[in-house]
């Protein structure tokens, strides 16, 4: 699982790389930048708890519930076999305010809003998921901890 998330991840690595040059102006601007707004968490067990609560209500019962349990049976009545495109696109929509990751929002988030439908499951589309981002979390949280990433 972890080889699966580092390909992903460096996919949307090269995406950034492409979009800063096609589109400078969509580069982040510093202060989005966790390392730029981090101090050393060397010792501070307690984030990890911090984490874990906000896995859960951002993705089990926020994002994926929403976009994937409730909208996206209810968008099929409109858009049939196109619906994971527009719950793809409507999710990345409420992203808005992270206009330079929508190239990986839109790639990843066709990938996850089509497996909930194939396998007719919200419970897919939480763990694909939490593939790419809660388990790179937790273990960037846990390396920043022990003092081996800053």
């Not at 609560?53 to 099929?76: D, Q, S």
């Not at 790419?132 to 937790?138: E, G, K, N, R, V």
């Amino acid at each position: 699982m972890i080889v699966f998330v580092n390909v992903g991840y460096a996919i949307s690595g090269g995406l950034d790389e492409f979009r800063e040059k096609i589109l400078p102006f969509l580069t982040p601007p510093a202060y989005t930048e966790i390392q730029n707004r981090a101090e050393p968490a060397l010792g501070q067990w307690w984030l990890l708890g911090v984490l874990a609560v906000m896995i859960v209500f951002n993705y089990l019962l926020g994002e994926e519930l929403i976009f994937r349990g409730i909208l996206l049976p209810k968008m099929n009545g409109v858009f049939r076999k196109w619906d994971f495109i527009a719950n793809a696109i409507l999710f990345a929509t409420c992203h808005l305010h992270k206009i330079w990751v929508w190239p990986q929002i839109l790639l990843f988030n066709c990938i996850i809003p089509w497996a909930a439908k194939r396998f007719k499951s919200y419970w897919v589309s939480v763990i694909i998921h939490a593939a790419f981002d809660a388990i790179t979390l937790i273990v960037l949280f846990t390396l920043a901890i022990l003092g081996l990433a800053q």
